[in-house]
Each structure stands twice: as structure tokens, then as C-alpha cells.
């Protein structure tokens, strides 16, 4: 594609010369004479003048921007040049499809199984009695659909996810290799002397649409009722979700971030990674919380920000950390301070007598 | 059922009308004509005068037990009515066992393997050079077990878990899905300018009877000798346990735990989520350690509770945190005294001068 | 072998009986006259006049060392008893090779891709379309290779491990089971009001030579570019590495830790478990993190020792907690040290009336 019909497909304006012909896509400090680059942060802004790019994608809004210093150089101007760029990425970039086309004979479908029209099914998959499958659904390679377990249309399932019994996945649903839906939640009856007895874990977990599930995290089934992770939520890698929780629509939850049993968490939510919430609580909708932060008790106000073990409002948390860093100037000025007082108690004393 | 079968299989009293038949369970306040509930908390009592089930299980103990309001309602006294309401989902939700019958032909078993009778073993299952594996014992699809490894009876291995070689895993015992026992311990000779060499990881990993792992965690082999779950410890999701470890009877560790090598835990200690062992460690029995705990030093005492990085014996943790809540005003504070003492001083000079 | 034979292939110096045969190693604490032990910590060296064993392995350094008083016990003197008692171990230790010989039938092998020579593959192992193996190469039972991906020569990997699509391995890397490489990294375009737009990550892996990867850990592609664990970098299970992070050389990074996207560490760095990295960070050579620490700004300095969340160098760190631990005491201090000064006022004002 030229640079003209680039910008024609990104409704850019060019604002330069549109005719050379772009190969690739390139970061502005490397580009050359078939790259099409883009400025989305100022501190890039000094390899304008520089760059070998054949076109750069740059902001609207960007005041900088006059014809090019070569006839060979062109500024496309759009919206976002960042997500113009992944547009224009994505276009240049061959396909690469990691999901196996049809119905591989090595894998494994109970007779009472109902596969959608269109779906792939990689090898050695494995595909439970009474499991339903929808549309275009991709299966890859080594993935275990556990027994009575229903998936949407058009889901990706990477290689080697399984899924337990009875799940309920809606549509457009993606899971990473190593995903682990539906395993028993953590749930024992503690007896000081002997064995714990397990508490049999009867619940299901249910994905609503459009979620997203990083590789080998795990969301336990209920114990009763249902796990849900609802519409379009986006759960990162390595990420434990245990019994019961709720996880609301459009939330996002970085990695290794854990949920203890029947919390609940709020739409919009966005969750750090490594962050720890303990079980039973509420989350009220859009709260952010910082990595590794520690969750104790539940957040009714929506909208807070929140970092520390246990969690305290963002500024209070970095006026804490702050004392915190000069807590051993503060130990010596007070001890320092003792002794001046007890200078001046001495003083006041020999005055008196 | 009726509810009075139901009461008299749970050795618990009726009071009310025994004769309604009951079909399913429910919570309390979504319960109907069909459905049997439960009261264990007592923040739940309101829904008593208002449910609509058939039956709730309560409380022995529970004074307010009067004759029901309605004819068609009744109350089962019973010990522990948690307890008794999953007793009672269990009888009445059929059972889904995700387990497969039988030998599914597309698995790979050594011909040195001994299987015992009764096993149940999944599609794409491989089973190595002189294994051993117990009667009864459930080895669902996908699942790997190295050379020489012996498992005992019932044990239940949900999809994909992997056991490398040498691995000796007792009775009862349940691997969730992705699981990975045995593999090397993270030993290396440190080189201060180049590679790092390799420390043979030769030990091997022990599982003792009665032992649950959650999905996708992951227990070392020992560099020499063993590293040991002993019987009826429950780990639950993404738990790591290094080369070396010792977990004592009964422990219980929630997800995303982490444990350096060589450390020994005592018998049932529980520890939560997110908590972190520093490496040659020994911790007591009964101990308690709270979440995202970091663990640097061994706890001789038993039957502690600590919180904190590192860790601090909980209610001085607590004095802890509540101080640290407080450091901007503390902070402030002692910044005023420094004044105030400053102007004492000056007042006291210009008193004496 | 003798122990005299031993000696001679460690080159180290026998003093004492040479003639013993040794069959087996043990701890000091537990040897018997058939097995070989070492002394490599002061604390185990009152066992040294106890020990049934036949030979001790001892460092040259080591003042103590005199005629044995046993005729049938030995010292081996060498460098580094530790070393030297792994090697033994290793070659008395027979040795269990969990790799499959030869390419198992079951595997599922892409017509286009190119094996090299001597490679072994395992069981249900998929191997996808373009996709290049080297020299002696190991594979085994479960793993999934993406379309269009290379490894080198004599890389190991264990059961069940998926590597997604274009990523490029080096030689001798070694991936534990349940390993995942080229997930998509975690990249959505926000949306206060509704679904997030996923960020298509075109980018890849690369892995150079001898890497190490623990159990269930994962590494995601980038979304443009690379994520790259650059040569005899060591990972422990269950580390999540995001898109775009580059590991330098020799760097080690212990169990469950976490990268967010876009760090870069560098090399020779030493990285304790449950460690965090916020995004976008750069991190100089040779610095050490400890145990649960949040990272949250670059560190430009080499060589320093960090802990904490956020971190404090570490000897700043731990004056730090040391004051912590005295938060009740000092809070208390201040609170009386402010009635002092009252009184002070007080008395000082009646002075002057």
C-alpha cells in the first residue's frame, strides 16, 4: 500500500508526499525507506527529524506539524497514531492462525456431544459426554472439555485449557494455554486433631461474554451456586479466582493477582497484578487497586484508588510511605527531642530550686 | 425425600410438618415450596419469617425455634446445619464424575507399568517405565507420569496434571488439573561473570495419603533426598513448593503461597494466601500466618498467629498498622514538638540572659 | 569405587583408608560404612567423630583435618566438599532419563516442519506448520509447538509444555512442564464506559541459549517486537514475565514473581521470589531484589541490594523495619514526650505570672 492509501484507510490526512510504497512497520528510531512509523509521546519528537521513516503517523491535535523536511517523508495525521499504527501493524503483518482447522482424528468427542457449525478441533482434544460447542469455536491442541460443559460461539481456547464439568462459557470467550476452569474451590471443615474432611465443591463456574483469561490461571467452581466472571472482563496471567467470587462486567485483573472465596468485585474495576483480596468482601464499582496491594475488608465508595497491605487511599498511602521512608530521622529527631526535653526539665528544676 | 426422611437420615428433629417432599436445595431467601434451606448465621434469621421454602436446617443450639408460622414449613434441628445442607446438596445433586471408565484406548502405558484393578485411565494418558498405580485410582486425560513413579489407591487426577519421574504419591490422593510434581528445584552454582551451573536436582518428591494440590501449583523434587507433603495436607491453587520442603500433617496453604527451599512447616499450621517462606526455615506446629505474610526467620513457638513483611505476631502487628495508618499526623506532630521545644528553649535562654 | 578412587577422579587427597568401597551417598548424620558424606558447614562438624560413614568429603581449607580415628573412615580433601558431593552423587545416582527415545507414534507432526537429528518426541506432542527442531532435541509427552517456531540443539522439554506461535529458542534451553511461551501479553485499549478493545500483540518471544524455565511459568509475546530472557538467564516456577520485557544474561529470578510489560533487567541481577516490577522500568546490572519487594521506579545504579514495597536499598530497608517493629513504643514516646512539653509550657507560664 502507498502512504496515501494508508491514510485513506485510517481516514488520516497526508500532509507530505503519499506515493511511496510502505512494507513494514517500524519504531521511528529504526525505521527505513519501506517503514511507516508513529508519534504518539514528545520525547520521541526530536526523531522527526531524523527518522528514515517513508511516513510517520502523528496526532491531530500535534501543533508541530509542517511539511517534512525530505520529499520522501510524510506525516499521516489521524486520531490516535498509537492505535492507527496497530491497525496499520496488524494489516502489514502475515496472519499467523495458531488454531487448527476442522476436526482433528486424534481427538476425543462423546457421541452425545453437539459441536456448532465451523468450529476447529485440534489434536488430542478431549471433549466430554453432554458438552455443547458453539459456532466457530476453536479448540486447539490437548484441551480437556470437561463433562456437561457448555461453550458460546466464536471462543478460542489455546493450546492445552481444561475445562471441569458443567462450566457455562458464553460467547467470544478466550482462554490461554494452561487455564484451569472450574477446578474445587479450597473448602475443608478444620478439625484441630485429625483430617480436614473436604466440603464438596457442587457449584459451577460461569464466563459470560467476551472475557478474556490469561495462561494458567485458575477459577474455582463453587461450592454451592455459581463462580461468575461477567461480560468482558480480562483477567491476566496467573491469576487465582477462587469459589463463589464474582468478578464484574468490564473489569480488568493484572497478573498474579488472588481472590479469596465469595468476594465480590465491581464493574470497571481495575485490579494491579500481585494484589490479594481476602474472601467475603464487596468491591464497589470502578476502584482501582495498585500492585501488591493487600484487600481487607470491602470498599463501598466507587471510583477510589487504593495501594499499601492492608489498602489505603492512594495519596494517604503515598503520604504514609513517604513518613515511612524517613522513619529513621524521625526515630532520632524524637529521641533527640527526649533529650532536650529532659534538658529543659533539669534547667526548670535547678531554676526553681 | 420428605423432610422428615431428610431429618431422620441426619439423626437432627423436626419441628413443624414433616410430610413436604423437598427436591432441591436453596438459599434461604430464594428458596421455594420444593427446596430445603439452612440458618448458620444469624444475620440470616430475618429471612425465617419471610422464606418460602419447605424446610431449613438450624441450629440445635438456636433458642428462637418455635412451632413454624405456616403449615407447609419446617425447621430440622441438626448439630451443625451448614454441615447438613451440604450432606443433603450432595444426596440430591446428581452426580457428574468427570472421572473416565475404564483404559481409553488412545493412552500410553509402559509395559513395565503395574496397574492395580479398578483404575480409570483417560484418553492421551502416558504412563511410564515402571509405574505403579494403586486400585482404584483415577488418572483423568492429558495427565503424564514419569518413570518409576508410584501412586497408591484412589487417588484422583483431574486433566493435565504432570508427575515427572520417581515421584511416590500415597493413597487418596487429588491432583487438580495442571499440577506439576517433581520437576527441578531451582538449585544453580552462582558464577559472578558467566553461566551459572546446573546443581543436579537427584532427590525425589513424597506425597503421603489423604493429600489435595490445587490446580496449576507446583512441588519440586529434592536436589538430594525428599521433598515431603505429609498426610492430609491440602495446598490449594498456584502454591509453590521448593526442593526440600517438609509441609507437616493437616497443613493447610492457600493459593499463590510460595515456600524457598528446605523449609519445614509444622503440622497443622495454616497459612494463607499469597504468604512467602524464606529458605531453610522452621516453623512450629499450629502456626498461623496471614495473607501476603513474608516469612524470613524460623518460628520455634507453636501456635502463633503473625502477619505482616516480615512478619510480626498479629496483635502487635495489628498495634503496628494502626500506628502506620496515623504516620502523616505522628509525623506532623513531632515536627510541632520540635517547635514548641525549640521555643521553650529560647523562652528559657531569655529568662536566664 | 574405593574411596581412594574417588579421590583420584575428584583429584582430590585421601587421608586416612583409601580401600573402602563406597556405594552410596548420605548425610553425615545418617551414613553407613557403604556410603560416601561431606563436611561443607562448621555446624555439622561434631559429626565428624560419630559418623558410620566410609569417607567424608572435607575442604582443602579445613584446619581440623587429622588422621581419621576409625581405620576404616576417610577424608577426602578438595575444593569444595559440595561440588565434589554432587558429583559423586550424580555418578552413583542412577541415572532416570524422562525423555522419550526416538519420535512416539501419537505424535501429530506438521509435514512442513524440519527435525533435526537425534530428536526425541514424546507422546501426543504437536508440532505445527514451518516449525524448526534441532540436533537432539528433546520433546516430550503433551507439549504443543506453535506454527512457525524454531529451537536449537539439545533443548529439553518436560511434559505438557505449549509454546505459542513464532517464537524463536536457543540451545540447551531447558522448559519445565506446564510452561507457557507467547501468550498474548495483556493489552486492551480502555473504555470507561464499555468493553475494552483488545491490542493485537503481533510481536514475539525469543529465548537464547541455555535458559532455564520453572514449572508454570509464563512468558508473553510482545505486542510488537520481542519479550526476550536473553542467554543462561534461570527462571523458577511459576514467574510471570509480561510483553516486551527483556531479562539480561545470567539473571535469576526465583518463584512467583512478576515483570509488567516493558521492563527490562539487567544482567547478572538476582531476583528473590513474589518479587514485583511495575511496567516500563529498567533495572542496571548486578542488583539483587529481595523477597516480595515492589519495584516501582528504575534502578540506574548497579550492584545495589533492594527490599521493601516500594524498595529501599537494603540496608536503609532494614533500619527502616527495625523502626517499624517499634511504631507502638515510639507513637507512645511522642504522646507522653507532648504532655511533657504541656507541663514545660505550663510551669514556664506560671513563672512568668
Given at each position: 500500500?502507498?502512504?496515501?492509501?494508508?491514510a485513506?484507510?485510517?481516514?488520516?490526512?497526508?500532509?507530505g508526499?503519499?506515493?511511496?510504497?510502505?512494507?513494514?512497520?517500524?519504531?521511528?528510531?529504526e525505521?527505513?525507506q519501506?517503514?511507516?512509523s508513529?508519534?504518539?509521546?514528545?520525547?520521541?519528537?526530536?526523531?522527526?527529524?531524523?527518522?528514515?521513516?517513508?511516513?510517520v503517523?502523528?496526532?491531530?491535535?500535534?501543533?508541530?506539524?509542517?511539511?517534512?523536511?525530505?520529499d520522501?517523508?510524510?506525516?499521516?495525521?489521524v486520531d490516535?497514531?498509537?492505535?492507527?499504527?496497530?491497525?496499520?501493524?496488524?494489516?502489514?503483518?502475515?496472519?499467523?492462525?495458531?488454531?487448527?482447522?476442522?476436526?482433528?482424528?486424534?481427538?476425543t468427542?462423546?457421541?452425545?456431544?453437539?459441536?456448532?457449525k465451523?468450529?476447529?478441533?485440534?489434536?488430542?482434544?478431549?471433549i466430554?459426554?453432554?458438552?455443547?460447542?458453539?459456532?466457530?469455536?476453536?479448540?486447539?491442541?490437548?484441551?480437556?472439555?470437561?463433562?456437561?460443559?457448555?461453550l458460546?460461539?466464536?471462543?478460542?481456547?489455546?493450546?492445552?485449557v481444561?475445562?471441569?464439568?458443567?462450566?457455562?462459557?458464553?460467547?467470544?470467550?478466550?482462554?490461554?494455554?494452561?487455564?484451569v476452569?472450574?477446578a474445587?474451590?479450597?473448602?475443608?471443615?478444620?478439625?484441630a486433631?485429625?483430617?480436614?474432611?473436604k466440603?464438596?465443591?457442587?457449584?459451577?463456574?460461569v464466563?459470560?461474554?467476551?472475557?478474556?483469561?490469561?495462561?494458567?490461571?485458575?477459577?474455582?467452581?463453587?461450592?454451592?451456586?455459581?463462580?461468575?466472571?461477567?461480560?468482558?472482563?480480562?483477567?491476566?496471567?496467573?491469576?487465582?479466582?477462587?469459589?463463589?467470587?464474582?468478578?464484574?462486567?468490564?473489569?480488568?485483573?493484572?497478573?498474579?493477582?488472588?481472590?479469596?472465596?465469595?468476594?465480590?468485585?465491581?464493574?470497571?474495576?481495575?485490579?494491579?497484578?500481585?494484589?490479594?483480596?481476602?474472601?467475603?468482601?464487596?468491591?464497589?464499582d470502578?476502584?482501582?487497586?495498585?500492585?501488591?496491594?493487600?484487600?481487607a475488608?470491602?470498599?463501598?465508595?466507587?471510583?477510589?484508588?487504593?495501594f499499601?497491605?492492608?489498602?489505603?487511599e492512594?495519596?494517604?498511602?503515598?503520604r504514609?510511605?513517604?513518613?515511612?521512608?524517613?522513619?529513621?530521622e524521625?526515630?532520632?529527631?524524637?529521641?533527640?527531642?527526649?533529650?532536650e526535653?529532659?534538658?529543659?526539665?533539669?534547667?526548670?528544676?535547678?531554676?526553681?530550686?
Amino acid at each position: 500500500m502507498t502512504v496515501q492509501e494508508i491514510a485513506t484507510w485510517l481516514q488520516g490526512e497526508v500532509v507530505g508526499n503519499g506515493t511511496v510504497r510502505i512494507e513494514r512497520v517500524a519504531k521511528i528510531e529504526e525505521a527505513d525507506q519501506t517503514s511507516i512509523s508513529f508519534l504518539a509521546n514528545s520525547k520521541y519528537e526530536r526523531f522527526l527529524e531524523t527518522t528514515q521513516a517513508a511516513a510517520v503517523l502523528v496526532s491531530k491535535k500535534y501543533q508541530n506539524v509542517k511539511l517534512p523536511h525530505r520529499d520522501n517523508l510524510a506525516f499521516i495525521k489521524v486520531d490516535d497514531p498509537y492505535l492507527a499504527f496497530l491497525q496499520v501493524h496488524k494489516k502489514l503483518t502475515p496472519v499467523v492462525d495458531p488454531f487448527p482447522a476442522g476436526i482433528h482424528a486424534s481427538a476425543t468427542i462423546a457421541d452425545t456431544a453437539r459441536l456448532g457449525k465451523d468450529v476447529c478441533i485440534g489434536a488430542n482434544v478431549v471433549i466430554g459426554d453432554g458438552v455443547i460447542i458453539g459456532e466457530k469455536t476453536k479448540i486447539s491442541h490437548g484441551c480437556v472439555i470437561g463433562v456437561a460443559t457448555s461453550l458460546g460461539a466464536e471462543c478460542q481456547l489455546y493450546p492445552n485449557v481444561t475445562v471441569y464439568h458443567q462450566t457455562r462459557i458464553g460467547n467470544r470467550v478466550t482462554l490461554h494455554s494452561g487455564v484451569v476452569i472450574g477446578a474445587d474451590g479450597f473448602g475443608f471443615v478444620p478439625n484441630a486433631n485429625g483430617p480436614f474432611e473436604k466440603i464438596p465443591q457442587l457449584g459451577i463456574v460461569v464466563i459470560e461474554d467476551d472475557v478474556e483469561i490469561g495462561a494458567n490461571s485458575t477459577i474455582d467452581r463453587a461450592t454451592m451456586g455459581e463462580t461468575v466472571i461477567k461480560r468482558g472482563v480480562k483477567i491476566d496471567n496467573l491469576v487465582q479466582v477462587a469459589h463463589n467470587c464474582v468478578i464484574g462486567e468490564y473489569t480488568v485483573i493484572a497478573a498474579q493477582t488472588g481472590l479469596a472465596g465469595s468476594t465480590k468485585i465491581g464493574r470497571h474495576c481495575m485490579i494491579a497484578g500481585q494484589a490479594a483480596f481476602a474472601g467475603h468482601l464487596e468491591i464497589a464499582d470502578r476502584v482501582t487497586i495498585l500492585g501488591q496491594s493487600g484487600v481487607a475488608k470491602s470498599i463501598r465508595e466507587p471510583g477510589g484508588v487504593y495501594f499499601g497491605t492492608t489498602v489505603k487511599e492512594r495519596s494517604r498511602a503515598y503520604r504514609i510511605e513517604a513518613v515511612i521512608r524517613s522513619l529513621p530521622e524521625l526515630s532520632r529527631d524524637l529521641y533527640q527531642l527526649q533529650r532536650e526535653v529532659e534538658a529543659l526539665q533539669q534547667a526548670l528544676k535547678e531554676k526553681k530550686s
